[in-house]
Nanobody
Framework: QVQLIESGGGLVQPGGKLTLSCVAS????????MGWFRQAPGKEREFVAA????????RYADHVKGRFTITRDDAQNTVSLQMNILRPEDTAVYYC???????????????????WGQGTQVTVSS
């Protein structure tokens, strides 16, 4: 059974930074795209970033471009999200996600991902 476990969330002041990590168990991440989504209270889950299975392509939501960086370490079965210059509007639960199949195109839609972690809370507040 595929499990994705996020960590690294917390409380940070505006302008600060955090790094989220997602460790996969039950299967390797080799050959699989990986993504990050977030959901703020009262809002729908939205795309944040995604990385192609070989790391050659990355996609970002417009509101995080230039501030967030997604990376992967296949040897550690881990994907990370480095978040800089955090804003109060970045406050949300952040979820790691992976599609069901290998070597698919890089997608940004919620429906393209089959496996999800439980989420980690990120709060940006002074």
């Amino acid at each position: 059974q595929v499990q994705l476990i996020e960590s690294g969330g917390g409380l940070v002041q505006p302008g600060g930074k955090l790094t989220l990590s997602c460790v996969a168990s039950g299967r390797t991440i080799i050959g699989y795209n990986m993504g990050w989504f977030r959901q703020a209270p009262g809002k729908e889950r939205e795309f944040v970033a995604a990385i192609y299975w070989d790391g050659a392509d990355k996609r970002y939501a417009d509101h995080v471009k230039g501030r967030f960086t997604i990376t992967r370490d296949d040897a550690q079965n881990t994907v990370s999200l480095q978040m800089n210059i955090l804003r109060p509007e970045d406050t949300a639960v952040y979820y790691c996600a992976s599609p069901q199949r290998l070597f698919v195109s890089l997608e940004t839609s919620y429906e393209s991902y089959a496996y999800w972690g439980q989420g980690t809370q990120v709060t940006v507040s002074s």
